[in-house]
Nanobody, 125 residues
């Protein structure tokens, strides 16, 4: 089990950048794949990006590939989501997640047991 706390959300203008961070506590963190999901009002939670336990493999949802970058620092028990060229459609609550999921299913939110509380990102056009 790990405890996750997000930070870095806020209100920005279209075209701006934001960096979200997720701080983890728990000895298992270094062995977990970690991911970012987001949920816009009235919509289902959707996969944004994931990174393997060793940082070697990164996965992105098609809508964010090229604009968003996921990274992690196992020495600091943190992982980040750098979001560039934000658009109004990126407005959502962003959640970090961690678990020992298979790489085959890490895009599916139901496979993660450990979640942060969420951080709001609002992009004005």
């Amino acid at each position: 089990q790990v405890h996750l706390v997000e930070s870095g959300g806020g209100s920005v203008q279209a075209g701006d950048s934001l960096r979200l961070s997720c701080a983890a506590s728990g000895r298992a963190f270094g062995s977990y794949h970690v991911a970012w999901f987001r949920q816009a009002p009235g919509k289902e939670r959707e996969f944004v990006a994931a990174i393997s336990w060793d940082g070697e493999r990164k996965y992105y949802g098609d809508s964010w590939k090229g604009r968003f970058t996921i990274s992690r620092d196992n020495a600091k028990n943190t992982f980040d989501l750098q979001m560039n060229t934000l658009q109004a459609q990126d407005t959502a609550v962003y959640y970090c997640a961690a678990d020992s999921v298979s790489r085959l299913v890490l895009r599916m939110s139901r496979n993660y047991k450990n979640w942060g509380q969420g951080t709001q990102v609002t992009v004005s056009s």
